[in-house]
C-alpha cells in the first residue's frame, strides 16, 4: 500500500546543478501537486496537473518546471539549483471523483540543500 | 501576504486536557477548510475537514468549528494524548480556483504525560 512515493529523500545539490524530484502515486488520482516547506510558511504550491498531459503553475512556480507524462508521475524539475531553493519539497495527489473536497495525500518529502 | 495564518506556533498541553489549535483566513471566497497533521520525517496526514456551509464537523476526538464572520476556525482535541504530538497545519481552498489548498504555517503541539 506505498500511495506517494517520493524520490529521491535526500539530496545535496551545488549552486548551477539540475535535478529532478520524481513523485509517483499507485491511488489512480487524477490531480497531482508538489508544495515546497519553508520553516514557519507552512506548505506552497509550487506546480500542479490536473490530469495527464497537463500542467498548471502554483504560487510559487519561478525556477521549476514540471512533467506529467504518465497518469501516475509527476516530476518537478529544478534546471539551475540556487541557495534559495533549499527546502523540503512535497508532492501530493487526489481522487477528481465523488464530491470536489477530497483530501490531498501527501509524500514523506524530499530534503534538498543547495549550497 | 498570508491568506492562511496559524498564529501560535506552538502549544503544550497536559495529556487528558483540551488542545484547542486556532487558524484565521482572509480570503472569505474559501469554501472549504481542513486540518493536516505532520510527524517529522513524514508527509502531512489530513485529519478532518468542514465545508463553509457548516459550522462544526465531529470526528472522535477531533472536532473543528468554523465562524464564518470572524474569518476563524479552530480544531478541538479531547482528550490530548501524547500521540497527538505533531505540527498541526490549516489550509484552505476554493472551489472556483481549483480547489487548490492554500496553508497556513502550522502549530507545533506537545502532549505531556
Known amino acids: 500500500n506505498a500511495g506517494v512515493t517520493q524520490t529521491p529523500k535526500f539530496r545535496v545539490l551545488k549552486t548551477g546543478q539540475s535535478m529532478t524530484l520524481l513523485c509517483a502515486q499507485d491511488?489512480?488520482?487524477?490531480?497531482m501537486y508538489w508544495y515546497r516547506q519553508d520553516p514557519g510558511m507552512g506548505l506552497r504550491l509550487i506546480h500542479y496537473?490536473?490530469?495527464?498531459?497537463?500542467?498548471a503553475k502554483g504560487e510559487v512556480p519561478d525556477g521549476y518546471n514540471v512533467s506529467r507524462l504518465k497518469k501516475q508521475n509527476f516530476l518537478l524539475g529544478l534546471e539551475s539549483a540556487a541557495p534559495s531553493q533549499t527546502s523540503v519539497y512535497f508532492c501530493?495527489?487526489?481522487?477528481?471523483?465523488?464530491?470536489?473536497?477530497?483530501?490531498?495525500?501527501f509524500g514523506d518529502g524530499t530534503r534538498l540543500s543547495i549550497l | 501576504d498570508q491568506q492562511v495564518k496559524q498564529n501560535s506556533p506552538s502549544l503544550s498541553v497536559q495529556e487528558g486536557r483540551i488542545s484547542i489549535l486556532n487558524c484565521d483566513y482572509t480570503?472569505?471566497?474559501?469554501?472549504?477548510f481542513l486540518w493536516y497533521k505532520k510527524y517529522p520525517a513524514e508527509g502531512p496526514t489530513f485529519l478532518i475537514s468542514?465545508?463553509?456551509?457548516?459550522d462544526k464537523n465531529e470526528d472522535g476526538r477531533f472536532t473543528v468549528f468554523l465562524n464564518k464572520s470572524a474569518k476563524h476556525l479552530s480544531l478541538h482535541i479531547v482528550p490530548s494524548q501524547p500521540g497527538d504530538s505533531a505540527v498541526y497545519f490549516c489550509?484552505?481552498?476554493?472551489?472556483?480556483?481549483?480547489?487548490?489548498?492554500?496553508f497556513g504555517g502550522g502549530t507545533r503541539v506537545l502532549v505531556k504525560p
Open positions: 501530493a495527489s487526489r481522487s477528481h471523483q465523488g464530491f470536489d473536497n477530497q483530501p490531498q495525500h
Open positions: 491511488m489512480n488520482h487524477e490531480y
Open positions: 480570503n472569505s471566497m474559501f469554501d472549504y
Open positions: 468542514i465545508s463553509s456551509i457548516k
Open positions: 496537473s490536473v490530469g495527464e498531459g497537463t500542467t
Open positions: 489550509a484552505a481552498s476554493e472551489k472556483a480556483a481549483g480547489n487548490k489548498l492554500t
